[in-house]
């Protein structure tokens, strides 16, 4: 039997096993585990010599450690409300305007995400706090819900984000130079979202009123609270580029001084410590679980074979690279309708990056390939948080909003996931506008 056949069983049992609501984790685990045994001869003892160094290999990682600390960072700003803060700068500036609140709630997600690396975090935090202020003002139930749920995709594309440090991880690529390739489209995709609230208003103006004009001295004061929560970004991100901090370094600076900020500004106490420590160790448990289990999996493919044949597969078929490009970024698509982000990355990345990287896309070296992709990827693994049936945001906003029907939430994203397919397809034929800052503070 080909690896490329194995390889397929193994997917479609997984997909068996997802359908039946087992956690990834323990899918991905169980399946890779019966995989390697069948293909080892159907003896278990090699299972169980791989399963004594599997787990240390990959825990003991330095790397990883950046993770809970983007995690605990992100706590203590939501615990800390450094939430609101973005969120009144933002609105003081943009709450005057037809579909401002709105906008200022996406502009808000943003601003979270570049401290936080989650997307449901940042869905669910900004969902709080923008959502009494968008009610308060008659702003329709799909224009909020599906606003902050579109807003709360930035949580993993605005660095940090956990998923570009898990590929860079796997790909054994620079987590600075992931982390500044993300930054143009994460701009572009907040104004892209913002656009279409603007668009929505300008045709329906009654979804979207004005709010009140906000005074300039009450502005700068916003501008004030929030200062401190820019500056805790731009040295995480310049600390981590610049070089004169390494990823780990720069993440554990960046939650310290959200821990600081949060507990001089008085939003937190012993309380939300505790709250925070524990969220960030759940948050970190159930990562790690998912990491092995997409381990195992991905060991018992590599025994397959599998990457490696389709990948000489691939490139023997001469197929256009666009057309397999825009396969793959179709498999995400309907990937997301059954897992999330995280799972999506670890389990496609090792199948995908060799088929990637034996490609000619524009002459691209191998270095911007491999970042391109990797931001492509993530776009495109956003839809799956925000398209159905699984959405896992449009069910977080839509738990916190209960009077709006879930029918209501999908069809209020349907516009911004119309941004999200051009930005996309942007990116894909102007790989120039991920790398721009690489290549300008990396010539």
């Not at 787990?55 to 790397?63: C, E, F, Q, T």
């Not at 907040?190 to 004009?213: D, E, F, N, Q, T």
């Amino acid at each position: 039997m080909s690896g490329i056949a194995v390889g397929g069983i193994i997917f479609c049992a997984l997909m068996v096993l997802l359908v039946i609501r087992v956690p990834i984790g323990i899918a991905m685990f169980s399946i890779g585990a019966a995989g390697y045994v069948f293909l080892t001869g159907g003896e278990v003892m090699p299972l169980l010599n791989s399963l004594k160094n599997l787990p240390y290999a990959r825990l003991s990682n330095y790397d990883l450690v950046v993770i809970p600390l983007f995690l605990l960072m992100g706590q203590f700003a939501t615990h800390g409300g450094l939430s609101a803060a973005l969120f009144r700068f933002v609105n003081a500036f943009l709450g005057h305007m037809k579909g401002g609140v709105a906008m200022a709630a996406i502009g808000a997600c943003a601003g979270f995400g570049a401290i936080c690396g989650s997307s449901l975090a940042t869905a669910a935090t900004m969902g709080q706090v923008a959502l009494p202020q968008l009610r308060k003002l008659g702003y329709s139930g799909s224009l909020s819900t599906g606003a902050l749920a579109a807003g709360g995709t930035l949580g993993i594309l605005i660095p940090p984000s956990v998923p570009l440090v898990i590929y860079a991880i796997l790909t054994q690529e620079s987590i600075g130079k992931l982390f500044m390739a993300a930054v143009v489209p994460g701009i572009i995709a907040m104004v892209g979202y913002m656009l279409v609230v603007r668009l929505l208003v300008s045709w329906k103006p009654h979804i979207g009123p004005a709010g009140p004009r906000t005074p300039w001295p009450q502005r700068i004061r916003a501008f004030v609270a929030v200062a401190p929560v820019l500056g805790v970004f731009i040295v995480v991100i310049v600390g981590i580029y610049g070089g004169w901090a390494n990823p780990t370094e720069a993440a554990a600076i960046g939650a310290a001084a959200c821990g600081i900020l949060a507990v001089v500004s008085g939003g937190m106490r012993l309380k939300g410590l505790i709250a925070s420590a524990l969220g960030t160790a759940q948050a970190t448990a159930m990562i790690f679980l998912v990491l092995l289990g997409a381990d195992m999996l991905n060991t018992a493919l590599a025994l397959s074979q599998m990457p490696v044949e389709l990948a000489a597969w691939v490139q023997a078929q001469q197929l256009s690279p666009l057309l397999v490009m825009a396969t793959i970024l179709v498999i995400y698509i309907l990937l997301g309708c059954v897992m999330d982000s995280l799972a999506m990355i670890l389990l496609t990345i090792p199948i995908f990056y060799p088929v990637v990287m034996g490609l000619d896309f524009w002459g691209l070296g191998q270095t911007e390939k491999s970042i391109w992709f990797g931001i492509l990827a993530l776009m495109v693994v956003e839809i799956g948080l925000v398209h159905p049936p699984v959405g896992m945001n449009v069910y977080i906003i839509n738990r916190l909003a209960k009077d709006v029907p879930l029918k209501d939430t999908f069809k209020g994203v349907m516009p911004f996931l119309a941004s999200d397919l051009l930005r996309i397809v942007l990116l894909l034929f102007f790989p120039s506008i991920s790398l721009v800052l690489v290549r300008t503070f990396n010539p």
